[in-house]
């Protein structure tokens, strides 16, 4: 599956962002339901960090990091996943990244997922 992310952009501190993310495959109706997904970021020269994911059956789970502030859904029938982002800082600041896996769990372990899309930049000032 394809996976592409939008919405990405600049705001002040304090400030709310949307990012999506679209997933595209031959099958897309039938299969993007069956995936469980997550959301990501990296900071320059760190590792990518799990920030939220959603199971197949709809559930969440949220790093400590982003808990309260950060809130994942999805839009099976729309084939999109969206990051709702508010009270930004500017250790938000990163490279935002979705994934997809065929697994019902979700999890914030990014070596578990297979399908990345190509990320968004979110820079977030003070």
């Known amino acids: 599956v394809k996976l592409v992310e939008s919405g990405g952009g600049s705001v002040q501190s304090g400030g709310s962002l949307r990012i999506s993310c679209t997933a595209s495959?031959?099958?897309?109706?039938?299969?993007?339901?069956?995936?469980?997904m997550g959301w990501f970021r990296q900071h320059p020269g760190e590792e990518r960090e799990g920030l939220a994911a959603?199971?197949?059956?709809?559930?969440?789970v949220y790093a400590n990091s982003v808990k309260g502030r950060f809130v994942i859904s999805r839009d099976v029938a729309k084939a999109t996943l969206y990051l709702q982002m508010h009270g930004l800082k500017p250790e938000d600041t990163a490279t935002y990244y979705c994934?997809?896996?065929?697994?019902?769990?979700?999890?914030?372990?990014?070596?578990?997922?297979?399908?990345w899309g190509q990320g968004t930049q979110v820079t977030v000032s003070s």
């Open positions: 994934a997809a896996r065929g697994e019902p769990l979700k999890t914030l372990d990014a070596r578990l997922y297979k399908n």
């Open positions: 959603i199971g197949r059956d709809g559930s969440t």
């Open positions: 495959s031959p099958t897309i109706e039938y299969t993007y339901s069956r995936y469980s």
